[in-house]
């Protein structure tokens, strides 16, 4: 089922802009010869533009100073971890050594100390843009992906449903606001992280001082990313507003559907409410799990974007609720306008409250359901590693 052509124009836009852009990316960080080696060594090559204000320069400044003295500490470190370990590799096999008896342990200790620190140099070198690129570009595919088919099916529920057209919404003004909102997170996330960050423990080769015509291309792939992400939030902003709540007349008690003529809409709701939390939640639980896996990797701050889409998230969440709240409220106002007794609704094999299979017979056991998926999210990635097996493809 095709889209209409507003929507069909945005996501194609959106999708040329982030090709394109990635291309460019991609080209940079190649040019500037970051694309497949780690390095331990600031490039020389790295230079902002001239328009760059002398006080971000600072910034740029120190975080070359405290990336090498890092660097350059752990590689003493490491000098030092494996002499010692040699020497204590020695001492296992001579007897005489006055290192004998402890030697096998001490080996092990010294062994295990030089790979951390080896492992802490890996982490810490400049990252070369063939890991780092691909791995951008297949999350934002999927995210995108996810965003084409939610796309489609709000279409299709829009004519089915509520027997409208998506041209027939006020979808651009919510657009605008949701494009805005996530375009600015996401543009205050990667300035501060790459920019304005003198202490950096991890710096990638789109990293502003590094590369910055390849971080200026990201963001650019970052907001034709954002312009596919805002068309289903805005769809169904507009599809879970108040003028869309079927009417007291929608309200058939003895409806064949058994759900009081509401089925198709509460199904609706229910089962975007579902898809909503599972795919935010799966998606929170493998990048805080990464997170936690490799801490020298990200700044907390990586975080200010989950933050918005969980607000966002959790106001279209209480759309969906007062909706299922006012199709339960306008059930009662039918049943006690037709019936005066408990006994004739049950004799006239009414059926139940519709929203039931919803919210249940107390909206907290609604939420108290979705706080179990996000700890089985939690508990499934993290117990079993399937997070740690899905990012080691990277």
């Not at 691909?134 to 529920?157: E, G, N, Q």
Request: with cysteine; charged share 20%.
């Amino acid at each position: 089922m095709s889209l209409e052509n507003p929507i069909k124009k945005l996501l194609w836009v959106g999708l040329i802009i982030f090709v394109l852009a990635n291309i460019a990316q991609t080209a940079f960080v190649a040019l500037a010869g970051l694309w497949t080696k780690n390095r331990d060594v600031w490039p020389e090559n790295s230079r902002v533009p001239n328009i760059v204000p002398d006080f971000i320069e600072k910034y740029g400044t120190a975080q070359k100073d405290n990336w090498q003295r890092s660097i350059n500490s752990l590689k003493r470190a490491k000098k030092i971890a494996e002499e010692r370990r040699d020497i204590f590799d020695n001492a296992r096999e001579d007897p005489d050594n006055r290192y004998y008896s402890e030697a096998q342990n001490r080996f092990v200790e010294e062994k295990k100390l030089a790979n951390d620190v080896e492992l802490k140099i890996k982490k810490t070198k400049i990252q070369s843009g063939d890991k780092g690129i691909p791995y951008y570009a297949f999350f934002s595919t999927l995210i995108m992906a996810v965003s084409l088919i939610a796309s489609k099916r709000m279409y299709r529920d829009a004519k089915r449903i509520f027997a409208i057209k998506i041209s027939d919404l006020k979808w651009k003004a919510p657009y605008i606001f949701f494009l805005v909102i996530f375009s600015a997170t996401s543009l205050f996330t990667f300035s501060v992280s790459s920019i304005f960050t003198k202490n950096k423990n991890w710096i990638g080769a789109s990293s502003f001082f590094i590369c910055w015509k390849a971080w200026v291309t990201e963001r650019i792939s970052n907001f034709g990313v954002i312009m596919i992400v805002a068309i289903p939030i805005a769809i169904f902003w507009c599809l879970t507003s108040k003028d869309k709540i079927p009417n007291k007349e929608k309200i058939v008690l003895s409806s064949p559907d058994g759900m009081s003529g509401v089925r198709a809409y509460i199904a609706f709701l229910h089962g975007w409410s579902i898809a909503g939390l599972a795919i935010f939640s799966l998606g929170t639980v493998v990048g805080f799990q990464d997170y936690l896996r490799s801490q020298a990797k990200y700044s907390p701050i990586y975080f200010s974007l989950t933050f918005i889409l969980f607000i966002v998230l959790a106001v279209l969440l209480a759309r969906m609720f007062r909706s299922a709240l006012s199709i339960r409220s306008l059930y009662w106002e039918a049943i006690q306008e037709r019936y005066k007794t408990m006994k004739e609704v049950i004799e006239a094999g009414v059926s139940p409250d519709p929203t039931l299979s919803f919210i249940g017979e107390n909206w907290m056991s609604m939420i108290a359901i979705w706080g179990g998926m996000l700890g089985l999210a939690w508990t499934v990635f993290g117990l079993f590693g399937l997070s740690k097996i899905f990012l080691s493809f990277f």
